[in-house]
């Protein structure tokens, strides 16, 4: 960039040479808006606005296209360049690029929408005309007082954090330690495994699930990169991309980490029973001091401060008594440790639907009424009943067993989404307890999902085993016979709905498929990332289909459950995304920012703190001594919020000031042109 | 003292007089003040909806212009009978969430010189109205005498607590608030699963088979549960159990005996009230051992009416599994 076109450059001083391309886009846009008189009267009526060429082209956006602009910039002397075509979400990067390229610094290309805003909201072409004119006078207006912007570099601290100890963040972590950089990883509970360490097999191969996760399992706990930090919570995250400062608090494990062997003499000694809500998904018991399970990793157990009889009442020790290497501390406190990260990737995970919500469905009221979460201890070999699936009596077999197929889940009374999961891993039970029990087996389903690779072959095998479906939504499960034949059972009543009839099928057990639902806590986590949740409460991508890993906010990543349900394998593969992201921003080593921020003008600003609480990306900072609000540069997104709302007007966007919007809303209103009449 | 809009419905006066008794009986303790509508008309119960809907909405309609004329201030309507519960709230959602049929009504209405800004008045059923206005601290002040181990059912019907327009319910199929109330009475709640099954309504015209087997659902599972007495907050509920319990045994061959009151019966029975202000004895279902439970003395019994003629099996057979001659089939089937 030269030091001359920086000059001629300074905002709105009549020697704007001003370059209008109007984009086609095929018949999107040519479809409904007569592109060749738009051109044609840009050329003509904004000339005394400083528009040097105007020109339509069948893709603006293709290579020729490109050239186009490129081609004018040099041989015209262009200065500003507007390009009227599709949303700037589209294509804004690639004009900005063309414009670089033939040495215009790129924010002094302006993207009309005339598309998304005009071709595909109007059918009324003479109307739709008349309003891309009007929006292409105001981008030029808005143009003309643009200023050249050079994008801020930081650079990327290459240790990463991952939140979150299931199978989407273990493969994260393992992707980036394994290229070499240092990963914290942190998990709530004492050991890593999520959910996926609670079940029996995964579907539809019907691997033990045990056997694939307990070797990742076990990399992460050896690997030299990773620091695992379990029994740990994020609790604050400062700073921004490249530059995280986290604190995390260790909670006590009350177990001194390094003397620990991880022997077990402890949970054998301890008197205390507890039943194991987490894990056990309250089928089974733990003790006061235990670790979740066999496998785990870290293989230090925790002391449970709540039901220890010692804290309770003061005497017990047993676990001390016992301990071989006198790792037991009693009076070990929270541990707060501040780190420094580059990036962070939030894998959290969800949390199962609370069936007791359908009272209908009689969870928690009837007692052979089971959630998914407890038929897979029920069925898992290291379960509470060693695989054997019997009845809440612990020890009927049952002889027909019903599924429940969308518990919560596609019902507008609790949660609209498909949770998407549940078909298979309803498949996945029929076939096993089919196997095991020899039971009769009901799937209750509203429609069949199996979709993605050997899914629907799972179906078919589970359909040829003799598993019954009805389709139909369950109205529901009862223990009131009416006939002898019902006396005892549990009656599923339902309208099948391919026969137009109403059934009632008695069963000994019932297995309700319950959803998936964001952690109960995600907006509080969603708040201190500064990232932001759905409607339903999961977090939200960058883009849905482009972008689903990314986050609004620069540095944070998601992967897993924790963007939206789904199942291992696309988990673990938005794990892997993530980390190829972080990865790929470690490797650059700085990263450049767009330069479209808001900043504070300090002698306008009256400390009134009304912008504090509005910054979806805590950029805002209030210093008390001075009494005036501060934007940090690099946290900013420049979404504009806080300069709306700024009562004094003290808070300015560079790329939105308020010179540009007025003038931008003049050209809107073609003040500045000769008026033509616009259809109503 | 809370201020309400009464709208009693033509069962208050007629077949459920011991609910409109005992109502009377227990607003003054605990501090509900009823206004009852000047010159109101029926509901329009359940079949005239069916039969012609806009004649049949300006009739629920011209009852709530009426209340918003009287209202003196008051914006509660309150009904003590379920269908006249659901009629009234079902007239204001239609009118205010469909304004051109709203303006249809209020056309029909003008004709009498009336009209009902929908959404105007709040319609609430009375036991809503005694939990969540009143509240259950107010009514556990006046229990006096708690119906210490009487095994009660709480039995809604199906119309209260659906389809809830305004959310006031804790469940549409499980709602707890009855339960609530008769802890606080002192009773035993009975675990009733049934406690928003249908009681038949008018099939007991229609299609009595049907009916009394619905009918004979209810009173088993009560009866199974060793329930004493059921109770209800609906006239239609009331009436088919209690009226037509002798026509189901009949029927069946069973010989269930279980009585069901109001749940304002059982209300003004904790607070001390002499039962026959409370409309004890009009029940057909005698629910003397009620009052023998809690120790309290009956008022002197009228000699029964001598048993109706069953009527003859007619109208819309429903593929029921328990009708006579299965039941005769199954007799044989279990006996071998």
């Given at each position: 960039m030269t030091a001359n076109l920086i000059e001629n450059t300074s905002p709105a001083d009549g020697r704007e040479r001003i370059g209008v391309y109007v984009c086609h886009c095929g018949t999107n846009i040519a479809g409904v808006v007569d592109v060749v008189q738009v051109a044609d009267w840009a050329a003509k009526q904004l000339k005394h606005r400083g528009v040097v060429i105007a020109r339509e082209y069948k893709f603006m956006c293709s290579s020729l296209g490109q050239e186009l602009i490129e081609k004018d910039i040099k041989e015209l002397g262009l200065n500003r360049v507007i390009v009227a075509a599709c949303s700037p979400h589209l294509h804004e990067k690639t004009f900005r690029t063309a414009c670089a390229n033939a040495g215009l610094n790129p924010f002094l290309c302006e993207m009309v929408s005339i598309r998304e805003q005009v071709s595909w909201v109007h059918t009324d072409k003479a109307a739709a005309t008349a309003k891309a004119k009007a929006m292409i006078s105001g981008g030029v207006e808005r143009v003309r007082h643009q200023v050249p912007l050079e994008p801020m570099t930081v650079p990327i601290d290459p240790t990463t954090l991952v939140v979150g100890g299931g199978i989407a963040g273990i493969q994260s972590a393992l992707e980036i330690a394994d290229a070499g950089f240092h990963v914290y990883l942190v998990e709530r509970e004492p050991s890593i495994g999520g959910h996926m360490a609670q079940f029996d097999k995964t579907f539809p191969t019907l691997d033990c699930s045990a056997c694939i996760l307990t070797p990742k399992m076990f990399s992460v706990g050896s690997h030299p990169n990773i620091t695992l930090l379990t029994w740990s919570e994020v609790e604050k995250v400062e700073g921004y991309v490249g530059n995280f400062t986290v604190t995390i608090r260790k909670k006590a494990r009350k177990i001194d980490e390094e003397l620990c062997t991880g022997c077990g003499i402890c949970q054998e000694k301890c008197p205390k029973k507890v039943i194991d809500n987490v894990y056990e998904a309250g089928l089974g018991y733990r003790k006061a001091?235990?670790?979740?399970?066999?496998?785990?990793?870290?293989?230090r157990p925790v002391v449970d401060v709540d039901n220890c009889t010692y804290y309770e009442k003061g005497t017990c020790k047993a676990c001390e008594i016992f301990c071989p290497t006198k790792a037991i501390v009693f009076d070990q406190q929270d541990k707060i440790l501040n780190v420094k990260v580059g990036n962070i990737i939030l894998a959290t995970g969800y949390e199962l639907f609370d069936a007791r919500r359908m009272p209908n469905y009689g969870y928690g009221r009837l007692p052979n009424v089971f959630t998914s979460l407890e038929i897979e201890r029920l069925t898992n070999a290291a379960g509470p009943t060693n695989g054997n699936i019997v009845l809440r009596d612990g020890k009927t077999t049952p002889k027909a067993v019903g599924i429940i197929h969308c518990v919560g889940s596609r019902d507008k009374n609790f949660n609209n989404y498909c949770s998407v999961i549940c078909c298979m891993q309803s498949l996945k039970f029929a076939h096993i307890i089919h196997e095991r029990t020899g039971a009769t087996i009901y799937n209750f389903y509203i429609d069949i999902r199996a979709a993605f690779k050997d899914y629907d072959e799972f179906y078919q095998r589970v359909l040829e085993e003799g598993t019954l479906f009805v389709r139909g939504k369950v109205a529901e499960v009862s223990d009131v016979p009416r006939t002898e034949s019902e006396k005892g059972k549990l009656i599923i009543q339902v309208e099948d709905t391919l026969v137009g009839k109403q059934r009632r099928i008695p069963v000994d057990m019932v297995v309700l498929s319950a959803g998936l639902e964001p952690r109960k806590d995600t907006r509080e986590v969603a708040k201190t990332f500064g990232i932001s949740c759905s409607v339903n409460g999961w977090f939200i991508e960058k883009h849905p289909k482009l972008d689903p890993i990314a986050t609004m906010t620069e540095g944070i990543f998601i992967a897993g459950c924790a963007q939206g349900p789904k199942d291992i394998p696309a988990s673990v593969a938005q794990g892997a995304a993530a980390a190829a992201r972080v990865l790929s921003r470690i490797e650059q080593k700085q990263m450049a920012l767009e330069p479209v921020r808001a900043s504070v003008i300090e002698e306008k600003c009256s400390g009134c703190r009304i912008c504090n609480g509005l910054c979806p990306f805590n950029a805002i900072t209030f210093h008390e001594d001075r009494m005036v609000t501060e934007i940090n540069p690099a946290l900013c997104q420049g979404c504009g919020t806080c300069v709306a709302a700024c009562p004094a007007g003290a808070i300015t966007g560079t790329g939105f000031s308020n010179d540009q919007i007025m003038a931008q809303i003049e050209g809107l209103l073609m003040l500045n042109v000769d008026q033509e009449p616009v259809a109503a | 003292m809370s201020d309400y809009i009464l709208y009693p419905g033509c069962s208050m006066e007629t077949g459920a007089r011991a609910y409109y008794d005992s109502l009377k009986a227990i607003s003054k303790p605990i501090g509900l003040n009823l206004k009852e509508i000047d010159d109101w008309n029926c509901c329009g119960a359940t079949e005239y909806f069916g039969i012609s809907k806009t004649p049949a909405y300006a009739l629920i309609a011209r009852n709530l212009a009426l209340a918003s004329e009287q209202s003196n201030g008051t914006r509660s309507v309150v009904a003590p009978c379920s269908a006249c519960y659901l009629n009234l709230a079902k007239a204001d959602y239609y009118m205010r969430e469909q304004p051109k049929f709203g303006r249809s009504i209020n056309e029909a209405l003008a004709a009498g010189k009336l009209s009902y800004t929908p959404g105007s008045l709040e319609i609430h059923h009375l036991l809503d109205v005694i939990i969540y206005d009143i509240g259950l601290d107010v009514v556990e002040k006046n229990v006096v005498r708690p119906l210490k181990g009487l095994r009660v059912v709480p039995y809604l019907g199906c119309m209260v607590p659906r389809p809830d327009y305004d959310h006031r319910w804790s469940d549409h199929e499980f709602p707890v608030e009855l339960d609530m109330l008769l802890k606080t009475l002192g009773a035993e709640v009975v675990d009733y699963p049934l406690k928003t099954e249908c009681c038949g309504g008018h099939m007991t015209q229609i299609s009595p088979p049907t009916a009394f087997e619905m009918i004979r659902r209810l009173i088993a599972l009560a009866d199974e549960r060793e329930a004493d007495v059921m109770t209800t907050v609906c006239p239609m509920c009331q009436l088919n159990i209690d009226g037509y319990q002798g026509e189901m045994n009949h029927f069946f061959g069973t010989n269930y005996h279980m009585p069901i009151l109001f749940f304002t019966q059982l209300m003004g029975l904790a607070f001390g009230i002499e039962p026959k202000e409370l409309g004890f004895g009009l029940e057909l279902v005698s629910a003397r051992n009620v009052l023998d439970a809690i120790g309290v003395q009956a008022p002197p019994e009228t000699p029964p009416a001598p048993p109706k003629r069953p009527r003859k099996q007619e109208g819309l057979p429903m593929p029921s599994p328990l009708i006579k001659p299965q039941v005769e089939a199954l007799k044989k089937v279990v006996t071998k």
């Open positions: 001091v235990y670790t979740p399970f066999p496998q785990a990793i870290p293989n | -």
